[in-house]
């Protein structure tokens, strides 16, 4: 009887390995795909095609596309809340339409769009786990937990955060948590295994192939009294800018649902096309996903005029929802990090406070209250700033996600 419980315990870990490993390479295949075709787009078009409005036309373009896709194929990808909500509430998720998922996820960010890559990720690979388990009969056994597992393996490769994932799925207890059959103590084996081996993976073929994902790692900080006695000024700065993104969004969905209800989706995701062409003419740094524009902003900050990277955080916030809510859909977690930093950059030269505590508290009281999941947003952001910024990034955390907004949840 032991024999037979310890090797259904070795399976359960080799499979976990080989899953993180499977869900690594996907991961990988889709942003280095989407790395060449943004290269395509973007750098090798604009060169040959010399065109002043080249921007504009690209992204009008774009949202014609994305438009008649989902015309054909429905509303797709689905943000990364909905997959887990429904992952709790139904126990299942549906994988007959993969490829779709895997199209439309990538069509707006080929096109420029301010979005994250999460959303599809995620639904093409918990759609691939429940695929598993409906043919696998030792899986199916195990379905609720591999598939939780693979969504935490997936969430922590692709922020570059493992802690993250495992935290992130679970933070928020409810019915779905009780009927786990493996016990607390396999469960964490058994992601540790997948998350280890997704990281080995992905850290490879980055090395071997090129490619990758991840927030920029900011290596110091100088934390002064004044910073201190800033702390908690800043973090409410973070929530006021939670605030104005839930405003956002919640006037862009109205706009939208009212635009989609008259004219159709193919009108409203051009539209969302020829916002985000026009506002990235002039404001290039609002789109994509954010995180390749962070580094450069970490990096040459200073050279930026404060109200300028102020600015384009703001506008940051607008258009990514301007982007989701008209029909470019995606994540909002890499857009709104960016944000955080470029407004966290204009406030430190407008202050002189230090640049990277700055960015820290901002962001970590921004993600607060939109996530209100202190604990998620401080394993989050915990390996992108110093040691000495942590204790800051939860105090702001936990301010943020005290912040009450139901008043502003657009379901109402």
């Known amino acids: 009887m032991k024999n037979n419980t310890f090797i259904s315990k070795l399976i359960s870990i080799l499979m976990c ?29 604009k060169e040959s095609i010399n065109f002043p409005f080249y921007t504009i036309a690209v992204c009008l373009l774009g949202g014609l596309i994305i438009g008649l896709y989902q015309k054909k194929f429905g509303s797709y990808p689905e943000e990364l809340e909905t997959v887990m909500g429904k992952v709790k509430k139904d126990k299942y998720y549906p994988y007959n ?23 599809g990720l995620t639904g093409v690979i918990v759609g691939l786990c429940y695929w598993v ?69 992905f850290s490879l073929l980055n090395s071997l192939f090129g490619g990758g994902l991840g927030i920029p790692r900011i290596e110091y ?69 954010g995180e390749e524009s962070m580094g450069e902003i970490i990096t ?13 955080g703001l506008l940051k916030l607008l258009l990514t929802n301007v982007c989701i809510k008209s029909g470019w859909r995606g994540g909002h ?36 209250v939109i996530m209100k999941k202190p604990f998620a947003v401080s394993l989050l952001l915990m390996l992108c700033f110093p040691l000495r910024v942590i204790p800051w990034l939860i105090i702001s955390a936990f301010i943020g996600s005290f912040i009450p907004t139901k008043w502003l949840n657009t379901n109402t």
């Open 133 to 201: 388990g409906d043919r696998i009969k030792f899986v199916n056994v195990h379905l609720k937990e591999i598939t939780k597992i693979g969504l935490s393996t997936a969430i922590g490769t692709i922020f570059g955060a493992p802690l993250f994932g495992l935290v992130m799925p679970i933070e928020e207890k409810t019915d779905y948590d009780k009927e786990i059959t493996v016990s607390k103590f396999s469960k964490t084996i058994y992601i540790i295994v997948s998350v280890m081996s997704a990281f080995g993976v």
């Open 97 to 119: 339409n993969v490829f779709v998922i895997c199209i439309a996820a990538l069509l707006p960010l080929l096109f420029g769009g301010s979005i994250g890559p999460e959303a």
């Open 221 to 289: 900080a100088k934390i002064t009294s004044t910073e201190q006695f800033f702390g908690i000024p800043l973090a409410l700065l973070g929530a006021v800018l939670g605030i104005c993104y839930l405003v956002f969004d919640r006037f862009t969905k109205a706009f939208f649902m009212k635009l989609q209800g008259k004219i159709g989706i193919v009108i409203s995701t051009m539209l969302g096309g020829l916002i985000l062409g026009v506002m990235g003419t002039y404001f290039p740094m609002t789109m994509f996903s």
């Open 300 to 312: 040459t900050y200073k050279e930026y005029a404060p109200w300028l990277l102020i600015l384009t």
């Open 17 to 45: 390995g080989f899953m993180g490993a499977v869900i690594a390479g996907i991961i990988w295949s889709f942003l280095k795909l989407l790395n060449l075709g943004i290269g395509f787009i973007w750098e090798w078009g």
């Open 333 to 368: 977690f890499f857009p709104v990090i960016f944000s955080g930093v470029s407004l966290g950059c204009g406030v430190a030269i407008l202050t002189g406070l230090n640049s990277a505590f700055c960015m820290g508290v901002i962001t970590a009281g921004l993600l607060g």
